[in-house]
């Protein structure tokens, strides 16, 4: 497909070391002059840890954005490193464990609408637990296990409500789906 948009200039407005603001001056899909505000970053992972006992490892916090409590995978920015080491860094930073096996699954843009970034789902297995997780200073409250129906239900009456953590879980509960052949992960 031919892209229908065309770029006339593009300048920074904003930056810090997590994320670049653009603002381009450009001519829509329409023909008609405009400017598209644009978020970069480096691409991010949201990790589906899951136990020998086919449960599903969450963090708990509350998010600075909407100072609410937030159910969520293990997940965060690659730091422009490699993708399977940003995985093993965060899954232990934010939970404590250690996986024998990281495999990336799938990709996806969370809101390519506004943002570049590109997130990887990575499946973590053979977890072990070493300590408590290192993130304090992000406001990690809790860390547990939750079966696949006990993620589904929370998902359908609104507890689970991150978007990285829906589209990963999704990509996660295809492959597994897959993998076991079974209808009920």
């Known amino acids: 497909m ?65 100072q609410i ?37 799938g990709k996806y843009y969370p809101m390519n609408g506004i943002f570049s970034e590109i997130c990887y789902t990575i499946i973590a297995t053979g977890l072990n637990k070493l300590l408590d997780n290192e993130q304090r200073e992000e406001g990690i409250t809790k860390v547990y296990e939750l079966s696949f129906g006990e993620v589904l239900e929370k998902i359908n009456n609104g507890e689970i409500t991150d978007g990285q953590t829906i589209a990963s879980l999704m990509q996660a509960f295809n492959y597994l789906k897959i993998i076991y052949k079974q209808d009920n992960i």
């Open 69 to 105: 409590p937030s159910i969520e995978i293990p997940a965060g920015g690659s730091d422009g490193e490699d993708i399977i080491l940003a995985a093993k860094r965060e899954l232990k930073e934010e939970t404590g464990y250690t996986a024998n096996k990281l495999k990336v699954i």
């Open 2 to 66: 031919k892209n229908p948009w065309k770029t006339l200039s593009s300048k920074t407005v904003y930056q810090n070391p997590w994320i670049t603001v653009r603002e381009d001056q450009v001519i829509h899909p329409d023909g008609k002059q405009g400017i598209y505000g644009v978020v970069e970053s480096k691409p991010s992972i949201g990790i589906v840890a899951v136990t020998n006992e086919n449960k599903i490892i969450f963090i708990e916090l509350v998010r600075y954005t909407n």
